[in-house]
């Protein structure tokens, strides 16, 4: 039955109404995929097959009663950054390890509400920090098309199960790229919606001005269901949006006749793969020989990005991982003093790349050096704000590329914080915007790395 | 931008991180080498800019009516800590040991 998990989740969702097979079975069928795979992809950081049989029972009850959702009977799997109550919940963290946390997510009762089945939890590197998944404290994922490549990150686990068919879809979260450059890296659609289209409730916080939860999936249809299902004002996150949420799925029969599209000569720069600007020239060709209207842009602030971006992240997470002191949960060390032991509880269960960006911004925070840092980047991130806005006054989408890179090996860039970082450099100014993009296929064949090179398209809030 | 090995030291205590030696010695260069990237942002003149603390819509503070609410389970909260006593998290002292 493992052919069962190759299907898209479209149509595994019009299989289950047409009675072909059970949740059970379709829920089986990827458990068996996961076992046959994951030793060498390494997505999960949990498999929960037991709760996931006991999900599809229930969606197969749900289904022979008829006007269940598209989600129903449907297993996905979440980073795990998203709370899953009574389910381990690490955030790719040392500091995390055995925490089970109370209560579910706001994406996650969403999610129950549909019916949709739990495989499992994906990991991620450690609080979402990076751009590889190397920076879990757990294992390396190795991306599905090249094995002894990185699927990119943080949102790489995710990714990587999507891509290897161990889910028809996954959550992951997105502050500067970690959902669309690893669905880039692993040749899946990955969406970061607008900020505040999704709640951030449940979901560990890592730089609260700029994460937001978001689908990979096979194809954008199926990205389009699970948006839809999870979207919504949530009276537990306050930054979530009053808007109504439109039917994602049938704005996806709206063609791109007549779309204007803008291309930012910034993203278009010397150092960057030529595969990558092939596939992603060619991909705008197809847009605009299917009645797209391509319009040359400018977002002039866009090599600004990447310093505003490691100035105002580092200072939210700073404050927003203050919490972690091993006494209500996580994993405590001793000390002489209080003030000793919550050093060394930090200091044992936090990994390198989260140490760095908690300092970074502790030090940027403190005084003396408040205005320079965070204040001139919160004026910086105005301009790039503004850049955008200027740009939509001209055309309906942006369309660039994802990442500068396909998929790098493994080890490449852990020894520099900098190149690592630059892995993320076309995807960090949108969210700062705090507008949506989305990550599609854009070479047709294998390349050379035999990973797929990726467009982005951003559109306007 | 240069961090020296004290500074490291300094902001690590601030942040409640105990490093090693060898960590010490590789934030600080690795931390020197993101300031020396992050200090371009001062190229730009945005004395007559504003600061974006947040890209969303919306601004405002929510207010609700201070009731009580379901809350989690609270044996569940609690098999999350380490030491537990009487229903309630044990913690240290504070007054005593910074007095």
Aim: proline content about 5%; charged content about 20%.
């Amino acid at each position: 039955m493992s052919e069962l998990s190759a299907l898209t989740l479209e149509q595994a969702a019009a299989g289950l109404r047409a009675r072909e097979f059970s949740s059970v079975e379709l829920t089986q069928a990827v458990l068996d995929r996961i076992g046959s795979v994951e030793p060498d992809v390494r997505a999960y950081l949990t498999v929960t097959a037991d709760e996931a049989l006991t999900n599809a029972r229930a969606a197969d009850q749900r289904l022979r009663n008829g006007g269940a959702s598209l989600l129903c009977g449907i297993p996905g799997g979440i980073k795990d950054l998203i709370a899953t109550r009574g389910i381990q919940t690490t955030a790719g963290s040392r500091i995390l390890e055995g925490f089970k946390p109370p209560y579910n997510a706001f994406v996650i009762e969403q999610l129950r509400r549909d019916g949709y089945v739990l495989a499992g939890k994906c990991n991620l590197d450690e609080f979402a920090m990076g751009s590889s998944t190397e920076n879990s404290a757990y294992q390396v994922t190795h991306n599905p098309f090249a094995l002894d490549c990185v699927p990119g990150g943080s949102s790489g686990g995710s990714a990587a199960a999507v891509a290897a068919e161990e889910a028809f879809f996954a959550l992951g979260t997105d502050t500067g790229g970690s959902i669309r450059q690893p669905a880039s890296l692993c040749g899946v659609v990955g969406l970061k919606p607008t900020y505040g289209r999704v709640s951030r409730w449940g979901v560990i916080a890592m730089a609260s001005s700029l994460d937001q939860v978001g689908p990979l999936a096979r194809t954008v249809r199926d990205a389009a269901i699970v948006l839809g299902c999870i979207a919504g004002r949530d009276e537990l996150d306050s930054t979530s949006t009053t808007r109504p949420v439109p039917d994602y799925l049938s704005a996806c029969e709206r063609g791109v006749k007549g779309l204007r599209v803008g291309v930012p000569k910034e993203y278009f720069i010397d150092g960057m793969e030529p595969a990558v600007e092939q596939a992603v020239r060619a991909a705008i060709a197809e847009l605009v020989r299917q009645g797209a209207v391509p319009v040359e842009i400018s977002l002039p602030h866009t090599d600004y990005a990447l310093p505003t971006y490691y100035v105002i992240v580092p200072c939210e997470v700073s404050a927003n991982l203050a919490r972690f002191d091993g006494i209500r949960y996580g994993v405590p060390q001793p000390g002489e003093t209080m003030w000793e032991a919550y050093a060394n509880t930090r200091g044992s269960g936090f990994g390198a790349e989260v140490k760095r960006r908690i300092m970074l911004g502790t030090y940027a925070l403190s005084a003396g050096y408040h205005d320079a840092y965070y204040v001139q980047a919160q004026k910086v991130r105005t301009l790039i704000k503004r850049d955008f806005e200027e740009a939509f006054e001209q055309v309906d989408v942006i369309a660039c590329p994802a990442s500068p890179s396909t998929a790098f090996p493994i080890g490449a860039k852990t020894e520099d914080p900098v190149q690592m970082y630059l892995a993320d450099i076309f995807t960090l100014a949108i969210p700062l915007a705090g507008l949506p993009a989305r990550a599609y296929e854009a070479a047709s064949e294998w390349s050379h790395s035999q990973c797929r090179e990726r467009l982005q398209v951003g559109g306007a809030q | 931008m240069q961090l020296d090995r004290a500074q490291t030291a300094h902001v690590a205590w601030l942040a409640r991180l105990s490093l090693t030696d060898a960590e010490l010695e590789r934030f600080a260069g690795q931390l020197s080498s993101i300031l020396t990237h992050i200090q371009r942002l001062g190229e730009l003149d945005v004395a007559d800019i504003a600061p974006t603390a947040m890209a969303s819509e919306s601004d405002r503070n929510v207010t609700r009516p201070d009731e009580p609410r379901p809350a989690s389970p609270r044996e569940e909260i609690l098999a999350n800590a380490a030491d537990v006593e009487e229903g309630s998290v044990r913690v240290r002292a504070i007054l005593e040991e910074t007095a």
